[in-house]
């Protein structure tokens, strides 16, 4: 197999860690190789992958002191591994002890090189998971090589008639492709999703030679018997997920609105909404949340776990909802953007529209503050209303002092201590959602800063998007 086997490199969840491995088991692989999303592992996860498999791990050019250099089979068949020399910066590397890096080409021929010095014929086959070019790269420049099996990008390759899907054909399968020694390689590539399977069949000569093969595309669908065992382990991996996102939850947000963020608090708005017993939208229309409560500025993507919450904040706090004078409520978020961005404190919101124009003198920074209604049918937010008193929920830490936030201890009242904490809440609002598709919605507004030599909202705004632009590559 092609590598990318693993769905969620970021897992120390014991019990899917298991399950994944089982699942890899029941498709028997001769062996598997590594690619991207195994090189994202620890040294210490892939261990334990590791120990539960029932099939060797081959990794020609990164050597691993649990994997093989390649798997010899049947005496003639020798299957190699590749993958590209930038990956030694990867965290299955980095974290990893006694490595012996190689360039994939050079590699490969000596290992080729190693098995011919036997004089025995035999059929080399190199495995990666990183595109059709790199594939090529090894058919032309690998001295010997038979078959390259490669996988992880859009290349269709198919024989007769058109793709299903309206996919378009890049190829036949497999390509045949001639080294610089002449030789015909057979690249055999998997279209980029697990809805086609590669059949390929070797003809071999007398002297163990490739004569001739007969390859076949197989499209995947509701025609093929489901797999009982595999759904039951399928089944147990889905009741372990929490939610699933469309996009990328940032958690950058000690100076700035963040979507997740959004999404936290969100989710303590909707939790008091699934309590109230009224006739109107609800009596708790604002979160809040301090930004250092989000420990973590990773982002999450797809599949979503609960280890991968507890990877993002601390999920150790109480819910409470607080009665706040509008006056009061006013002070906290004028501190939010000075005593917040400094400590840590920085708060996102739900249910307040808030603008701040950092041009002007620190006291009179909030140029607008805009509150969701509560006693209303229709959501809307009109002006904060000084003497009002408003409700919001928020960590029980904001109210302690714990956090250092003295302005909740000073100014509000507890009313209720919630019986959920912040993560349950948050776990309850994903799973409700099909899909998690929330953005930053302009909530709180930085416009402008002084002139000297400080960054205007524009170029704030750009500077957000550019890193959150880095860390999506990072973790794609």
């Not at 993958?83 to 299955?92: E, G, I, T």
Request: aromatic fraction near 10%; charged fraction near 20%.
């Amino acid at each position: 197999m092609a590598g990318n086997i693993i769905h969620q490199p970021y897992s120390t969840h014991l019990e899917r860690i298991e399950i994944e491995s089982e699942l890899l088991s029941i498709l028997k692989p001769t062996a598997i190789c590594l690619a991207y999303n195994e090189f994202r592992l620890t040294a210490e996860n892939f261990d334990i992958y590791k120990e539960k498999f029932n099939f060797p791990v081959v990794s020609t050019n990164f050597r691993l002191h649990n994997s093989s250099v390649d798997v010899v089979l049947s005496n003639d068949i020798v299957v190699m591994s590749y993958a590209h020399n930038d990956f030694k910066y990867q965290p299955l590397i980095q974290t990893s002890d006694n490595i012996q890096v190689e360039d994939m080409i050079y590699s490969l021929n000596k290992r080729i090189e190693f098995h011919k010095k036997n004089n025995q014929p035999m059929i080399f086959i190199a495995v990666g998971c990183f595109g059709i070019d790199t594939a090529k790269d090894i058919a032309k420049n690998v001295n010997g090589i038979d078959i390259v099996i490669s996988g992880c990008s859009k290349i269709m390759q198919w024989n007769e008639g058109d793709p299903p899907e309206n996919i378009k054909k890049d190829s036949e399968y497999p390509l045949v492709y001639k080294s610089k020694q002449g030789k015909r390689v057979l690249i055999a590539h998997t279209y980029g999703t697990t809805r086609f399977l590669g059949k390929l069949t070797l003809i071999l000569n007398t002297n163990n030679e490739l004569e001739d093969f007969i390859g076949d595309m197989i499209y995947i669908n509701n025609l093929f018997p489901e797999n009982n065992e595999y759904i039951t382990l399928i089944e147990k991996l889905n009741e372990l997920q929490i939610g699933h996102s469309r996009v990328y939850l940032n958690g950058e947000c000690h100076r700035w609105e963040c979507n997740l963020g959004n999404l936290i608090t969100d989710a303590f708005v909707n939790y008091k909404i699934n309590m109230y017993v009224g006739t109107s939208f609800t009596d708790v229309p604002i979160g809040l949340m301090a930004a250092k409560n989000i420990k973590s500025h990773v982002i999450l993507r797809n599949n979503i776990f609960n280890e991968d919450l507890l990877d993002v904040f601390d999920p150790h706090h109480r819910l409470v909802t607080i009665q706040i004078e509008g006056n009061k409520l006013k002070k906290v978020i004028e501190e939010s953007l000075e005593t917040g961005m400094k400590l840590g404190l920085f708060l996102q919101v739900s249910g307040l529209h808030i603008r701040y124009d950092r041009r002007n003198p620190k006291s009179r920074r909030l140029v607008a503050l805009l509150i969701r209604c509560d006693s209303c049918n229709m959501p809307a937010y009109t002006d904060l209303n000084m003497k009002k008193v408003y409700q919001v929920i928020t960590t029980i830490d904001m109210t302690d002092g714990t956090l250092g936030h003295y302005s909740f201890g000073n100014y509000s009242k507890i009313v209720q201590v919630e019986n959920v904490t912040d993560f349950l809440a948050i776990r309850a609002y994903m799973k409700q959602m099909k899909h998690i598709n929330i953005g930053r919605m302009e909530r709180i507004r930085i416009i402008k800063i002084t002139s000297a030599g400080y960054l205007t909202k524009s170029k704030m705004n750009r500077i957000a998007l550019f890193a959150m632009a880095i860390i999506a590559l990072k973790y794609k």
